[in-house]
């Protein structure tokens, strides 16, 4: 598979949105996600999708974020509403290296990371 590229990231006020971009062509098996981390914390679990579209997301950002993926199932995208100052981050799209139909339903059980494939990340910084 290619490398994971994102984009998308950026600067914005609180209550604003982004919609972060993730390129992910030949990943349509696997599981894919969204993480983060901001400065000092441990990386954080923000949306995963499974192959057949089934998705988790973290308590912080139910009912704003949207994890979704195109048609071709070639991009991945992450839409991030009433974003906060808390949601300030490097954020990394990330893919399984086990394909999604052994990881369980919206890929509940992807939770060894040690062989995930990431991407260099983009940063969002929101503002109050």
């Known amino acids: 598979q290619a490398q994971l590229e994102e984009s998308g990231g950026g600067s914005v006020q609180g209550g604003g949105s982004l919609r972060l971009s993730c390129t992910a062509p030949g990943y349509s098996r696997y599981c894919l996600a969204w993480f983060r981390q901001a400065p000092g914390r441990e990386r954080e679990g923000v949306a995963r999708?499974?192959?057949?579209?089934?998705?988790i997301y973290a308590d912080s950002v139910k009912g704003r974020f949207t994890i979704s993926q195109d048609g071709a199932k070639n991009t991945l995208f992450l839409q991030m509403n009433d974003l906060r100052v808390d949601d300030t981050a490097m954020y990394y799209c990330?893919?399984?290296?086990?394909?999604?139909?052994?990881?369980?339903?919206?890929?509940?059980?992807?939770?060894?990371?040690?062989?995930?494939?990431w991407g260099q990340g983009t940063q969002v910084t929101v503002s109050s």
């Open positions: 990330a893919a399984s290296r086990l394909p999604s139909v052994l990881l369980g339903r919206a890929c509940r059980n992807w939770k060894d990371h040690s062989e995930t494939r």
């Open positions: 999708i499974d192959k057949d579209g089934a998705t």
